[in-house]
């Protein structure tokens, strides 16, 4: 037999709003492996129905905190329970975060899974989840505030019938219904006789790139010689501003995708909101003041650009400017690439 350690589980409701505004968003649905010694079981999220759920859920999977976890109850044709504890030279429990909203929507019913909680604490839930071995809705729809079902088995079904034929022994006070596997009784429990479970998410989707400050630079398109764009994003305004500039003293030709009329420095002020990886900017366009012939310098409101990142080092400015009759698009890269990596670490931190 194994005995687990101990560990005190400080569950103050007082901490559930910060918990909750601390966890990531789900924005996409994701499946979640559950790699076993009897097979894999894939589970799809029901972030739509339980959002709260899901992304702690992802949370404990995508950190590692049920690494070496096994399965430790399971009463058949009812529930197989995980997540709870990790098996490493012995039993620990896994290092959970603070409880969560009870988010009740979908029944209990077979193949569903669902997060465990305290008795009479709806808003208890942790790491610990269960598979539904059968239509339990009668009875876990209608206790604790009902239990929130935030994901279904979407194939490996019959791993799951066969992780319930398993042998149940007592593993000690906390185990009183552990499956195991290949088990003699008198032996010692190994990580071998465990319904141990490896869970990685699939598919976890790349973030949409959103335009933050790590976008502040110098652009330009490497075909179109003396032309470029300084751009500046302010995320608290929630605006962007372009500067489009042109050093060329004899216009590019005429099949270049930008050419802004007449030879020598000319420039233009873009600004407007931006959205996601999108900025809709109105052109200001300015004239006079050159360099080497100082004179009144005139600005009026010419167009529009419209600026799309696909990423840190790579876009495109579409113009449309009536009033000299020109619209096209052009691609966009960085002049240097020095501040690619801000721009990746603060897209990772969105």
Known sequence: MFKPNTLHINMRLSFLLMAFLMLPVAA???????????????????????????????????????????MHRLEKDFVIQGGGWVFNEGATQVKTNQPIQNEFKVSNTR?????????????????????????????????????????????????????????????????PK?????????DTIATENLVMTTLTELNAPAKPFVLNPGLNDAWFEPATNGQGFFIMVFPTLGT??????????????????????????????????????????KIYNTTGGLFDEPGTVTTTQGGTITLTFDGCNSGTAQYNIPSINRQGTIPIQRVATDNVGVCEAMQEAQ
Do not use: C, H
Not at 35 to 45: A, K, R, S, W
């Open 178 to 186: 552990l499956p195991v596997i290949n088990f003699t009784t008198g």
């Open 28 to 70: 996409y649905a994701s499946n979640v492996v559950i790699e076993t010694p009897l097979g894999n079981i894939e589970l799809e999220m029901l972030e739509d129905d339980a959002p709260i759920t899901v992304a702690n859920f992802l949370q404990y999977v995508t950190e590692g905190n049920y690494e070496n976890a096994f």
């Open 111 to 175: 193949g569903t899974v669902a997060m465990a909680k305290l008795e009479n604490q709806p808003n208890s839930a942790t790491s610990q989840w269960f598979i539904n071995l059968e239509d339990n809705s009668a009875n876990l729809d209608n206790q604790n505030g009902g239990f929130t079902v935030f994901a279904r088995v979407v194939s490996g079904m019959e791993i799951v019938n066969a992780i319930n034929e398993l042998q149940i022994i007592s593993g000690g006070p906390a185990f």
């Open 240 to 281: 962007v501003t372009a500067s489009w500039f042109t050093f060329d003293t004899e216009l590019p030709p005429e099949d270049a995708p930008a050419n802004l009329i007449g030879s020598g420095q000319r420039w233009m002020l873009a600004q407007g909101p931006f959205d996601g990886n999108t900025a809709e900017l």
